[in-house]
């Protein structure tokens, strides 16, 4: 299998007969004909079998997405933990792409609270204008929903069980 993605070099002198048998290796020959010989795949590890149950196997991946093999050495557990945390990252990044539109959009409109008129301009620079008495109650509501997910999802931690999820816990969903 590696002699297809990577290019064999054979020296000037080399016979014949041993570039035949790196290609007959391969299951082509020469002319590129088929030699009848097909590598039997290997079997597939839990993990890459997990993943398939997955939602969002989708056109035009209907096998998994795993450019890297990262699935081929983790084990089910991993990947829990990877999906956990790639929706609560989606979800937070969804949320400040709104909060960039909204932002910019309602910033002069009369009744949009911005601060006395404090925040204005792109929404990149909206984080450094906010002053005290924001962040602090943000900090707070984090906490608590933080709090909550945790407590729905994560198992307690033991010297086997640290940083993992429930068995019956199903990642993303809260309910």
């Given at each position: ?11 000037a ?131 608590i ?11 307690t931690?033991?010297n ?16």
């Open positions: 299998m590696n002699a297809i993605r990577q290019p064999v070099a054979f020296k002198g080399a016979s014949p007969a041993i570039r035949r048998s790196v290609i007959a290796r391969v299951g082509r020959t020469v002319s590129g004909k088929d030699n009848g010989a097909p590598e039997p795949r290997p079997a597939e590890p839990p993990s890459v079998e997990y993943l398939k149950t997955l939602p969002g196997i989708t056109a035009p991946f209907e096998d998994i997405f795993d450019p890297a093999g990262f699935a081929r050495t983790a084990s089910v557990r991993d990947i829990r933990r990877w999906r956990e945390s790639e929706i609560v990252h989606g979800r937070v990044s969804m949320l400040a792409a709104l909060g960039f539109i909204v932002g910019e959009q309602l910033q002069d409109y009369p009744l949009f609270f911005n601060w006395d008129g404090r925040v204005s301009g792109p929404a990149i620079t909206h984080f450094s204008q906010i002053g005290q008495g924001f962040w602090e109650p943000l900090l707070i509501a984090i906490g929903a933080e709090s909550y997910r945790v407590a729905i999802g994560w198992a931690p033991t086997t069980g640290f940083n993992s999820l429930k068995d019956d816990y199903e990642p993303g969903d809260l309910g």
